[in-house]
Each structure stands twice: as C-alpha cells, then as structure tokens.
C-alpha cells in the first residue's frame, strides 16, 4: 500500500519560514520524480516545484528563490523549504510522486501566511 503523509503546514505571518515533509511508503522512492503542487481556494491545482530523479528542477515563477525542493532518499522522504512567504502563498500544499503513469498524492497540508 503507498502511503504519502505531509506534514509542517501551519499559520505563518509573511516574510516567515515554513518546511514541508512528505514521508512515502509502499514504493521504491529514489526512483520517482517528486514535486510539490498547491491549490487556494477558487483556483487549479498549480505545480509549485518539481523534482526529477535526475535531478532536474522546476519551479513556479511565483516562488523562484524563495522556495527550495528537495529528497532524501535514505528516508523516503520529499521536502518542501518555503522561505520569504507571502499572504499569496496560501493553499493547500500536496506532495505528488510520479513515474510514468503511475502518480501517487498525499492528502494535502494547510499553509496560511498572514499580512
């Protein structure tokens, strides 16, 4: 069974820092590509910031230079270093690991920045 659990989401006042985690479970990690996707309320679904196993990144205009993705694989794990945040960086963060058709989501963690 793949299991994906986030954590880290929080009340953050703007300028702060947060760090996401995703620990998996159930698959053999270090071969996924992983990423990190948001979604405030009335919008889609957006990818934040992606990671390949290959190394490759990729990240929202939004967020370049602010935020950092990153794995370890020794934990099965995805990270997410949110710094400089903005009351637009509101959402509901979902970590995603994918490798060809198959894509796994954890269950979504609430980042809210205040003004």
């Known amino acids: 069974q793949v299991q994906l659990v986030e954590s880290g989401g929080g009340l953050v006042q703007a300028g702060g820092s947060l760090r996401l985690s995703c620990a998996t479970s159930?698959?053999?990690?270090?071969?996924?590509?992983i990423g990190w996707y948001r979604q405030a309320p009335g919008k889609q679904r957006e990818l934040v910031a992606g990671?390949?196993?290959?190394?490759?990144?990729d990240y929202a205009d939004s967020v370049k230079g602010r935020f950092t993705i990153s794995r370890d694989n020794d934990k099965n794990t995805l990270y997410l270093q949110m710094n400089s945040l903005k009351p637009e960086d509101t959402a509901v963060y979902y970590c995603?690991?994918?490798?060809?058709?198959?894509?796994?989501w954890g269950q979504g963690t609430q980042v809210t920045v205040s003004s």
């Open positions: 159930g698959i053999t990690f270090s071969i996924y590509d």
């Open positions: 995603n690991v994918a490798l060809y058709s198959r894509t796994f």
């Open positions: 990671l390949t196993r290959s190394s490759s990144t």
